[in-house]
Nanobody, 114 residues
């Protein structure tokens, strides 16, 4: 059974940092490209960052480029998103998924506010 469990969210002040984690199980993690998404109420889910199966290639949405870093540990089946210089507009529920997509986890809430 595929499981994607996101964690690491919370309340942070503008300019702060958070590191999100995504624990994957039920599929061969190391064989799949992985992605982070985010969603705010009333809006479609937005692709934030992607990483290829071995971590050699990454891409970012323009809105987070230079501030967020995606990485992965294929030995432990964990995907990470390091988020620095956070802005109020980064407030969202963050989700991870593979490509092609599998079932969605519950996400982790990130709130950037003073």
């Amino acid at each position: 059974q595929v499981q994607l469990v996101e964690s690491g969210g919370g309340l942070v002040q503008p300019g702060g940092s958070l590191r999100l984690s995504c624990a994957a199980s039920g599929f061969t993690f190391r064989r799949f490209d992985m992605r982070w998404f985010r969603q705010t109420p009333g809006k479609e889910r937005e692709l934030v960052a992607r990483i290829d199966w071995d971590g050699d290639s990454t891409n970012y949405a323009d809105s987070v480029k230079g501030r967020f870093t995606i990485s992965r540990d294929n030995a432990t089946n964990i995907l990470y998103l390091q988020m620095n210089q956070l802005k109020p507009e980064d407030t969202a529920v963050y989700y991870c998924n593979s490509y092609p997509e599998k079932s969605w986890g519950q996400g982790t809430q990130v709130t950037v506010s003073s």
